[in-house]
């Protein structure tokens, strides 16, 4: 049986990790069973020692065992070609592009959202490592850092391309979703699952969000949210 190592609050059911959402999508697209191995930030390193590091999502599936949810995309195609995610040729280049452009342009904004949230919900045992470690990458403190207004209006101008394309088709890749739509739709369900919104309702974003987030609670139930 699949398992995927994801993170989760001190709730056990509520997971919110964007790249483990990405994983949890792709496995949704290609049909795949899994069970679901909830992580506190405290349970990683004796848990993940098989992966050979200490970052989630990581998937087990028999012998192998993948970690980075995009390498995770590219094991599931070679593995499962039914349904690609990424497609042949360039396409992999394309989905490291759209990963890149994802992460400079709306991870950030969400973080300033999202991190005064994250801290609340995780586990109390958690909370020391998460501050330390975050407060050092950003170089400031987290109550700092954090601007929720300030990040709502530079999330709302970070994907208003996303905006004029799914004006014109319903999703990232067209007429069915794919790789590139799961890629992003990870960091929108990290600040859904996490009781946020930052995107307008109504709008044609919303409407893509909507319909990924339909079909996969169709097939695996109410998604839990804060």
Known sequence: ???????????????????????????????????????????????????????????????????????????????YPERPLLGSGVALERARLVERLVFQAVRMPLLKILLPRVFALIDPADREYFRSSREKALGTTLEAFADPAAGTEQFRVAIAPLQTWLSEQPYLDGAEPGGSDYLVAGLFLWAWCLGEQPWAAGTAV??????????????HGPVKRA
Request: aromatic share 12%.
């Open 1 to 79: 049986m699949r398992e995927l190592y994801e993170l989760r609050g001190a709730d056990p059911e509520l997971l919110f990790s964007p790249y483990c959402w990405r994983v949890r999508l792709a496995l949704h697209h290609k049909d795949l069973a899994f069970v679901s191995r909830p992580l506190r930030f405290s349970d990683k390193q004796p848990l993940l020692a098989c992966s050979g590091q200490q970052l989630v999502p990581v998937l087990c599936d028999g012998e192998a065992v993948v970690h980075d949810s995009l390498a995770i995309f590219q094991y599931l195609d070679l593995s």
């Open 206 to 219: 919303d409407g893509w969000f909507q319909r990924i987030l339909a079909t996969y609670q169709a097939q």
